[in-house]
């Protein structure tokens, strides 16, 4: 399994990466909570410090549960309650207070790991907006029947705000999803795609902008 280690510490990560190497995992470790952001795609389990520096890690498990149903364990030296209580709100699927023990470490990954490939109910993959379709799987819209030719990330925008029809996405969410890191993309290129896929739709009502919040795509 590939797991994603979010450990500053060197010691505590060479510790924890050769203990998953020696049990079969694929680690890759980084440093910073910018970094589980970006590459939190290539991974089947995060192990997330909380005490990290660039980011705080209860933030950054926020920003990826926006985004992805990733299996989180939490490695920390806070165990005070309000901390694991949180931890646990924000979606992490269990929680370690550190010092670790590599055995029971383990065994929680495996655990978390059982609970999670347990399959979901499939979402529906076409969405309807008036004469509007978005099919999620084919990655075709058509209009009144017709195909709409857009490019990568402008069906990438429209395709986050279709997969939550008639909800409202933060401007925030569309660029985590979308460029994978709000700190990467810039908010303008956000408006910009979004004004061509208008454009492309023809249908402005179907498309409507929440000043100071985001936007939604459907009633
Ligand atoms: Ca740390």
């Known amino acids: 399994m590939r797991v994603l280690l979010a450990e500053d510490d060197d010691g505590v990560a060479g510790a924890l990466t050769e203990a998953l190497y020696d049990n079969g995992h694929l680690p890759a470790r980084v440093r910073r909570g ?10 089947d389990l995060l192990l997330l410090d909380l005490g990290l520096p660039d980011l705080d890690g209860l933030e950054v498990l926020r920003k990826l549960r926006a985004v992805s149903p990733l299996p989180v364990v939490v490695l920390t030296a806070r165990g005070d309650e309000r901390s694991v209580v949180r931890g646990l709100r924000l979606g992490a699927d269990d929680y370690l207070v550190k010092p670790v023990r590599l055995a029971e470490l383990l065994a929680r990954i495996e655990a978390v790991t059982r609970r999670a490939t347990t399959p979901a109910a499939p979402a529906p993959r076409t969405v309807r907006v008036a004469d509007v379709e978005v099919d999620l799987d084919a990655r075709r819209v058509t209009v009144g029947g017709a195909e709409v030719r857009l490019t990568t990330k402008e069906f990438e925008v429209l395709a986050a705000l279709a997969a939550r029809a008639g909800t409202a996405v933060s ?26 896929v208008r454009a492309k739709l023809g249908r402005p009502e179907v498309l409507t902008t929440i000043r100071g919040f985001g936007y939604r795509f459907g009633d």
Not at 34 to 43: F, I, P
Not at 171 to 196: K, N, P
């Open 171 to 196: 401007r925030q969410q569309l660029m985590d999803e979308v460029w994978g890191d709000a700190f990467l993309a810039v908010s303008r290129s956000l408006d910009v795609h979004l004004t061509q």
């Open 34 to 43: 910018e970094d589980v952001l970006a590459r939190h795609r290539q991974a």
